[in-house]
């Protein structure tokens, strides 16, 4: 069965430092997607791609966060300068689209930890 | 704003049926989804409703009233790996963007 895929799995980082996060979403899928996940909290949306830009950003996903389609399997979440308060997991997910094709789909995730 | 209210925590039987209740407050609604997430995994997709009423899979199954801003997972013959998150999360079609309630803690005991 496809499955969205992401690396690294966890990923140390020092303040101020950038990170690029890396997923695979499901090949035949349109639309991709950024979420995190802090620590015992709710997941949190922070972006949504389609046809190479993005469809929805929320207050989280400010300048120091950015997304890019390298290629066509890769999509990437860019942290330019991070911050403490950045560790969290974060999912990427991906689906079809399309009426009656919503269901979006996570990969397991990358662990930031920011130190 | 954004209002998704799930209970904190429910504890059940093996064996026995389990309701978990969501209510939401929400500018623009297109349809609830359910997830389930074990600790330290993603979440896994359950359901999807757009409609009122009931869907039906296998031991799982979800209801919504748009009309009540209200839906349920019911969770049928309870088995310990049943034990999970169990999230409620409002789709908005304009982006695409799921909206999470904090989830539901369901811990099966023998």
């Known amino acids: 069965e496809p499955e969205v895929t992401q690396t690294p799995s966890h990923q140390v980082t020092q303040m101020g430092q950038e990170v690029i996060l890396r997923c695979v979403p499901i090949?035949?899928?349109?639309?991709f997607y950024w979420y995190r996940q802090i620590l015992g909290q709710k997941v949190e949306f922070l972006v949504s791609?389609?046809?190479?830009?993005?469809?929805?950003k929320s207050e989280i996903f400010d300048d120091q966060f950015s997304v890019e389609r390298p290629d066509g399997s890769n999509f990437t979440l860019k942290i330019r300068s991070t911050k403490l308060e950045d560790s969290a997991m974060y999912f990427c997910?991906?689906?079809?689209?399309?009426?009656?094709?919503?269901?979006?789909?996570f990969g397991p995730g990358t662990r930031l930890t920011v130190t | 704003g954004q209002n998704i209210d799930q209970p904190t925590e429910m504890t059940a039987t093996e064996g026995a049926i389990v309701q978990i209740n969501c209510t939401y407050q929400?500018?623009?609604?297109?349809?609830l989804f359910w997830y389930q997430q074990h600790a330290g995994e993603a979440p896994t997709f359950l359901s999807y409703?757009?409609?009122?009423g009931l869907e039906e899979k296998g031991r799982f199954s979800s209801f919504l009233s748009r009309s009540k801003g209200y839906s349920y997972l019911l969770l049928k013959e309870l088995q310990m790996k049943d034990s999970a998150s169990y999230l409620c999360?409002?789709?908005?079609?304009?982006?695409?963007?799921?909206?999470f309630g904090g989830g539901t803690r369901v811990l099966v005991k023998p």
């Open positions: 090949s035949n899928h349109l639309y």
């Open positions: 999360a409002v789709f908005k079609a304009a982006g695409n963007k799921l909206t």
């Open positions: 997910a991906s689906s079809e689209g399309g009426r009656g094709s919503y269901e979006q789909y």
């Open positions: 791609f389609y046809n190479n830009e993005i469809s929805e």
């Open positions: 929400t500018s623009g609604f297109n349809g």
């Open positions: 409703n757009v409609l009122d």
